[in-house]
C-alpha cells in the first residue's frame, strides 16, 4: 500500500512539473517515474490534449491553441533528434534553401551525419555516415545543404546551371557560406562532389581552398562537369 501511494505521488508530481512547463520537449527518461506508470502519464497527457506526441519516445508540451497542442517548430524538432554540427537539408529541401528550385516538399529532408534517427510526420532523416569531414569542419546546414545540390544537381536543381552557378558563387561570396569551412568539410564526400566545389573555388579565385579538396580521377571529374560546360565566363579552365 506505501509502494502505490509513493507511486501515485511520484506521478502526480511529475504531472505537475509537465504542466508547469512551456516549449520544452519531453521523453520517457525524463521522469522520476517507472516504465508503465511513464507510459500511461504520457498517453494520458496525450489524450487530454496536454502534450503532443512527435514520435515515439518524444513529446513536446507548447502552448494551447483551439486545435489543440500546438506543434514545436521543424528546427526545433531537428535540433532535438539530430543535434551538433554536420546536419542540414538534402533533396529538394536543400534546392530550395539555396533558392535553386522553386519546388517545396511535403516534408523537410535532413541528412544526418551518421545514422538517421526515426523521422517523424513532418521530417524525413537520410544517413550520410560516411561523410565525417562535415562534423569536423563543424558545417551549418546552408553548408550541408550546397553539398548535397553538388551531388544531387541533376534530379534536385531546376533553375538552368549558368543560374544555379552563380547563385553558388553568391553564397560564398557574401560569406553566407564558408569557403574554408566548406573545403574542409569535402574531403569524405564523392568525387562529383568535390570536383564541382574545386571548380566553384576556382572560379571565385580560391585557388589555395580549391586545392586542399582531394582531386577525384579525371573520369569522374569529366563527368561531374559536364554540366557546366555553358556557365559561361564562371566555368573553371578544365570544364569540358
Known sequence: MTTTTRDRATAA?????????????????????????????LADLVEAGELRRIRRGLYWR???????????????????LAPGPGVGPTGLDASNRLRVSTQVPRK?????????????????????????????????????ALLEALDQWERTVEVPPAEAWERFRELIRNGQLRAAHLARGSQTEPG????RLRALLESLGEHALAEQIPM????????ALTILRDVGPTAPPNAP
Not at 534517427?117 to 550541408?144: K, M
Open 192 to 195: 562529383k562532389v568535390r570536383a
Open 108 to 144: 523537410a529532408h535532413i541528412a544526418v551525419p551518421r545514422r538517421a534517427p526515426e523521422s517523424t510526420y513532418d521530417i524525413d532523416f537520410y544517413a550520410r555516415p560516411a561523410r565525417q569531414a562535415r562534423v569536423e569542419a563543424e558545417l551549418g546546414s546552408g553548408e550541408v
Open 62 to 80: 507548447g502552448g494551447k491553441t483551439p486545435l489543440g497542442m500546438s506543434y514545436p517548430r521543424t528546427e526545433l524538432v531537428i535540433a532535438e
Open 13 to 41: 508530481q511529475e504531472r505537475g512539473r509537465i504542466m508547469d512547463s512551456r516549449n520544452e520537449f519531453w521523453r520517457p527518461e525524463d521522469l522520476a517515474t517507472s516504465g508503465s506508470t511513464t507510459l500511461h502519464l
Open 216 to 223: 577525384p580521377d579525371r573520369r569522374t571529374t569529366d563527368s
